[in-house]
């Protein structure tokens, strides 16, 4: 049974750090792509970072570009999102997903995802 698990979500002051981590089980996810996506209340999801960690390959949504950084551990099948000078406008629950299929690009619309995690809340405060 696949399944992933995020974890590493909080409060946070704007300005603050936090690393997400997402843990996978069941499969291995080295050639498939990676994604994180958010959620706002009210607002529709939306594409964060993505990666396919046995190429290196990532990228990422321009709101965050320079703040945040994807990036897999093979050998611990997890993937983490390091996020950086936070802003109140980063609050939201965090979904990591994964395709079930090899890629070689990172899809950014989550309907082409097969797997999702429960979700993890962050709250950044003003």
């Known amino acids: 049974q696949v399944q992933l698990v995020e974890s590493g979500g909080g409060l946070v002051q704007a300005g603050g750090s936090l690393r997400l981590s997402c843990a996978t089980s069941?499969?291995?996810?080295?050639?498939?792509?990676m994604g994180w996506f958010r959620q706002a209340p009210g607002k529709e999801r939306q594409f964060v970072a993505g990666?396919?960690?046995?190429?290196?390959?990532?990228y990422y949504a321009d709101s965050v570009k320079g703040r945040f950084t994807i990036s897999g551990d093979n050998a611990a099948n997890t993937v983490y999102l390091e996020m950086n000078s936070l802003k109140p406008e980063d609050t939201a629950v965090y979904y990591c997903?994964?395709?079930?299929?090899?890629?070689?690009?990172?899809?950014?619309?989550?309907?082409?995802?097969?797997?999702w995690g429960q979700g993890t809340q962050v709250t950044v405060s003003s």
């Open positions: 997903a994964a395709t079930s299929a090899s890629r070689v690009g990172i899809p950014i619309t989550g309907a082409l995802y097969d797997y």
């Open positions: 069941g499969r291995t996810f080295s050639r498939s792509a």
């Open positions: 990666i396919i960690w046995g190429a290196g390959r990532t």
